[in-house]
């Protein structure tokens, strides 16, 4: 069975700051993981995924995470923030037999000050 | 062009009362989902089929009903709606064959359920 944990419900930072979400997983068999954005009234947007292959994955709008495996780890960085970045964002783990099912970390609300 | 879409985009309901959301892809994807986004913005798997054939069927009351007229199509449809109903549907859709799971969702912008 697979389970994500999003350190920080809330997070702030200012404009130009470095921005990091904390994502912690937890699955038997190799995991897949994503990170998805949602902005106000819309639905979720893919910003990465890691599969296999590199642990350092770069996204959209410049955003980029890296897995790693010792750590049980997939934070989101973005190394400065703008005022568009503010949004709910969340975490995610799949992994090989599991069906398809996505099971999603209860969200991160980036808020970025100017 | 969108993607996936769903309808309505809002729904106001009494309690008892019967409703469907729709929901369409054009993205030619062989999977597809449902889930619920509470007040919290927690969000939960309800259904997903593959091909129009169900594989994920997560603890959920009968009175939601997944239908797949094809595998574009993924309909909700849900009886004797329940103050607790309310909430955030989200549809979705990945390519991939199920058990294989490294694809991507890509998500409807929701319907929001008030159920009063």
């Known amino acids: 069975a697979q389970s994500v944990t999003q350190l920080g419900s809330h997070v702030s930072v200012s404009e130009g700051a470095l921005v990091l979400l904390r994502c912690n997983y937890s699955s038997s068999v190799p995991p897949y993981l994503f990170w998805y954005v949602q902005y106000p009234n819309q639905g979720l947007q893919l910003l990465l995924k890691?599969?296999?292959?590199?642990?350092l994955v770069k996204g959209i709008n410049g955003f980029e995470a890296e897995f790693k495996k010792s750590e049980t780890s997939f934070h989101l960085t973005k190394p400065s923030a703008h005022m568009s970045d503010a949004a709910e964002y969340f975490c995610a783990v799949s992994a090989w037999g599991s069906q398809g099912n996505l099971i999603f970390g209860k969200g991160t609300k980036l808020s970025v000050k100017p | 062009d969108t993607a996936v879409s769903q309808t309505p985009k809002y729904l106001v309901t009494q309690m008892g009362n019967d409703k469907s959301i729709k929901c369409e892809q054009n993205l030619g994807h062989d999977t597809m989902y449902w889930y619920k986004q509470d007040s919290k913005k927690f969000l939960k798997i309800m259904f997903s089929?593959?091909?129009?054939?169900?594989?994920i069927n997560e603890t959920v009351p009968n009175r939601f009903s997944p239908k797949s007229p094809d595998k574009a199509h993924l309909n909700l449809h849900i009886n004797s709606l329940e103050l607790g109903d309310s909430a955030v549907y989200f549809c979705?859709?990945?390519?991939?064959?199920?058990?294989?799971?490294?694809?991507?969702?890509?998500f409807g912008n929701g319907t929001r359920l008030t159920v009063t």
């Open positions: 890691y599969t296999t292959g590199a642990t």
């Open positions: 979705a859709s990945s390519s991939g064959p199920a058990g294989r799971f490294n694809s991507p969702l890509h």
């Open positions: 089929y593959n091909n129009k054939e169900l594989i």
